[in-house]
């Protein structure tokens, strides 16, 4: 069974994502986290585009940050994103973001995000079956 599926992307901080004082909003990490998500599933084939072509959306219920350090504008930064293998039907992630010239930790979290029909928005309680098709292919099941 394989342990982790991880994909790193960087991200530069942009001017509008900073305040006056050229500091960071911190709702922005959170968007941050979304650029990982979505690096994540492009490459491993699990992007918000595949499941919405297979009548599926998949919004965020959760997500948690921990901030360490502030990232100011023009700053590079590494958005490291894991997935978390479970058995219910949701998508699990972890996030880590390092300054790329510092290598420092900047902050790190997590989502959770639910599948729900497209058209009649229905929580779907199991996995859809696509989604086991790509676990067992990473060898998580």
Known sequence: M???????????????????LGIVWHGHYIRYFEDGREAFGNKYG?????????????????????????????DRVVVET???????AKLKFIYR???????ELIASGSS????LDKESST???????FFEEWKKKQGFI
């Open 46 to 74: 699990i992007g918000y585009l595949d499941f919405y072509k297979r009548g599926l959306i998949v919004p965020v219920v959760s997500i948690q940050c921990d901030y360490k350090r502030s990232l100011r504008y023009g």
């Open 112 to 115: 959770l995000q639910v599948f």
């Open 2 to 20: 394989q342990n982790e599926l991880t994909e790193k992307t960087e991200v530069l901080v942009r001017f509008n994502e900073a305040d006056p």
């Open 82 to 88: 894991k997935f978390i293998p479970c058995e219910a």
């Open 123 to 129: 929580l779907q309680l199991t996995n859809p079956p």
């Open 97 to 103: 973001l390092f300054k790329t010239s510092s290598g």
